[in-house]
């Protein structure tokens, strides 16, 4: 036993004397940013999808923003990162599809963990029939190291198509397989009028650190889900004649998840 306590005694002080002051690379100080965005199963990338079916006409361009997240402590002042197109995976071209803002327009405020990456997106007529694609990465800068998600990719269109956060556990679970008609009523049956996510709100998320001290982890209220496409699925058989969708072949209220 007086053995033991003896290897045990030295393995500390060696531990105290190699770790000093001077030397804290013990453990990593770096604050680390990536792309809060969910990714599909055997996507290599996570990707976003925006289109201006639903924005008037007049419209020609929009500023789109991707959610972006650091691991680190909360920073006092606000922090600019940065990102760069990657042009050997990006089919959108700059000046026609989208444009570039300026660099001070990328940061997270003061005492937040999260951001957004912003970038304007321009609509063409081609948009109507073509959808293009634009890349974007994370690197590093004085600030930030870029962390484990570094690159998204972003579909842009003028056109319905099936929205990248459809493959989410809401929608796989509680709204079933997509189709166009089915998404059109659900948008009708929450108000939504831009495209936008219908459970990409408080009401629907809450966050967690899991450890990290940073509320950086994205999670869906099971309970108001559930209610949500419960409350769907009455709609669609009391207020909309129960309508068949030609894509899935049956009513739509029958094509919803099990719950």
């Not at 290599?44 to 402590?73: C, H």
């Not at 982890?217 to 909309?240: G, P």
Request: proline letters at 3%; hydrophobic letters at 35%.
């Amino acid at each position: 036993m007086k053995k033991i306590l003896y290897i045990s005694l030295c393995a500390i002080a060696f531990l105290l004397n190699s770790c000093t002051t001077d030397e804290i690379d013990c453990f990593d100080s770096n604050d680390y940013i990536y792309f809060n965005v969910e990714k599909e199963t055997g996507d290599k990338y996570p990707k976003l999808s925006y289109t201006f079916t639903f924005q008037n006409a007049s419209d020609k361009d929009t500023i789109y923003e991707i959610p972006v997240s650091f691991l680190g402590r909360f920073k006092n002042n606000n922090s600019t990162f940065k990102w760069k197109i990657v042009d050997s995976l990006t089919t959108a071209q700059k000046g026609v599809h989208y444009d570039m803002l300026n660099d001070s327009e990328q940061f997270i405020l003061a005492n937040k963990s999260t951001g957004s990456a912003k970038i304007k997106l321009l609509r063409t007529d081609e948009m109507k029939t073509k959808s293009f694609d634009l890349v974007l990465q994370l690197v590093d800068n004085e600030n930030f190291k870029v962390g484990p998600i570094d690159l998204v990719v972003i579909n842009i269109s003028d056109h319905l198509v099936k929205p990248i956060w459809w493959v989410n556990t809401p929608y796989v679970r509680f709204l079933g397989a997509y189709s166009s008609t089915k998404l059109l009523l659900w948008f009708e049956f929450t108000g939504v009028k831009d495209g936008s996510n219908p459970f990409d709100t408080d009401k629907y998320v809450y966050w967690t650190d899991r450890g990290t001290g940073n509320y950086i982890y994205k999670n869906y209220r099971d309970s108001e889900v559930r209610y949500a496409a419960m409350s769907f699925r009455n709609w669609l058989r009391n207020e909309k004649n129960n309508p068949y969708d030609a894509d899935l072949k049956m009513p739509v209220s029958e094509s919803l998840g099990n719950y």
